[in-house]
């Protein structure tokens, strides 16, 4: 008699089970890295902002100039050609707040889009202070000063 090769019915369901358990773990994970990286474009456009925004505010060092809206720094180029200014992949930037005069004060705000990082809103001001508004459903708000980076609240 010859015997037959090939995999019995306990050994496939076995390693269906043990695929499915590493699915289980890695894609939870996965997720959360995704997320992470789609705030990174927000965090990294409001630094830049703040940045030529101080630079403009700053003006020199002996007379500080009226700041006009023009004269801030542009919002970023849409990531979509026809989409305003501001207009990114995940988030939009805004600057709606603009004091003009001495002193000086702006908030630039960056809110998601992305369905995974809706509700999600940023903010930085003139004082480089970087806030965390809101956050999508699910998450914490940080109880710091900070920019949320993980659901647990974490900066």
């Not at 008699?1 to 390693?15: A, K, N, V, W, Y």
């Not at 500080?64 to 180029?77: E, I, K, T």
Request: glycine fraction near 8%.
């Amino acid at each position: 008699m010859q015997r037959q090769s090939g995999f019995t019915l306990i050994e496939l369901l076995i390693t269906v089970a043990i695929v499915a358990i590493l699915a289980g773990i890695a894609i939870p994970s996965y997720t959360t890295y995704i997320t992470r990286s789609k705030i990174a474009e927000a965090t990294s456009n409001l630094l830049r902002h703040a940045n030529q925004d101080g630079a403009v505010l700053s003006g020199q060092p002996v007379f500080r100039r009226r700041v006009r809206a023009g004269d801030l720094a542009p919002l970023p180029q849409p990531a979509v050609a026809g989409q305003p200014a501001g207009t990114l992949k995940y988030f939009t930037i805004t600057c709606p707040t603009l004091a003009d005069g001495p002193p000086q004060a702006y908030t630039i705000r960056a809110v998601g889009t992305d369905p995974s990082v809706v509700g999600l809103t940023l903010t930085i001001n003139q004082a480089n202070v970087q806030t965390t508004v809101s956050v999508p459903a699910g998450w914490t708000l940080p109880t710091t000063n900070c920019w949320v980076a993980k659901k647990g609240g974490a900066c």
